[in-house]
């Protein structure tokens, strides 16, 4: 591991999370503005539902490790909500088994460190026309819904408010925007550039809001090593340097 160790934010889930470096996603946002502040680790796996994430919890965050995360973000339940398969086989997790598990994780989380901060994610709305263009099956049935994501969603900000653990409505957030039908998706399920920016906004204003000591939001955090030096780049006057360290490049967001 390289050093000075910084504060460590995992985001943890499905593909929402495997993929949020792709396509100027909320993962590369967020790896952006705490550049110098703190290291981004992402532990995403396409295709999973909260059965399989229990199955690797112990792996993923070990709690004999000296290091604990200072935030860990968790996003699953799209999957979790999909309808049951004929087969009896897929991603499926009947509700009541996906807020066990979700207590579960959460249970965990807590245990890791008394500075672990957690943010759950509820499941993001879907753009049903666009799945069943690309991902319904012969008959034309799609097995992901909007109205089976509110109702996933909304029991797991249940959960969080019974728990104490912050959590973000982004199925409610999404719908905000006029046009989130059109923008927000690439598939119909994964998010664009526009989709993961209101992620961006969200986990930012609970990261503000919060009354955590010390705080996680970027603004609020020190940049490494950003002491003055005579070797930062030399100002107009051509006698004094101007120190850069909290530059931020990303000039898609505010």
Known sequence: MVGPVRP????????????????????????????????????GYCGWNSRRA???LDKVFP????????????????NDSMDAHPSGLGQHVPLHEYIENMRKIAIHLKSLSENTRIIFLGAPP???AKIRETRSDSSGKIYRTNESCRIYSEACLKLCQEMDVKAIDLWTAVQKRDDWLNVCFTDGIHLTSEG?????EEILKVLREAKWEPSLHWKSMPNEFAEDSPYDPVCADGKTTL?????????NMQ
């Open 8 to 43: 460590q934010f995992v985001l943890f889930g499905s593909s929402i999370v495997q993929w949020s470096f792709g396509n100027e996603g909320w993962g590369a946002i967020l790896a952006d503005l705490y550049a110098r502040k703190a290291d981004i680790f992402v532990r």
């Open 54 to 56: 229990l199955q690797v």
């Open 63 to 78: 709690k004999d490790t000296i290091v604990q995360p200072a935030l860990v973000i968790v996003y699953l339940g799209g």
């Open 126 to 128: 879907v753009n049903e």
């Open 196 to 200: 993961s920016k209101i992620v961006v």
């Open 243 to 251: 120190n850069v360290s909290g530059a931020v490049i990303y000039t």
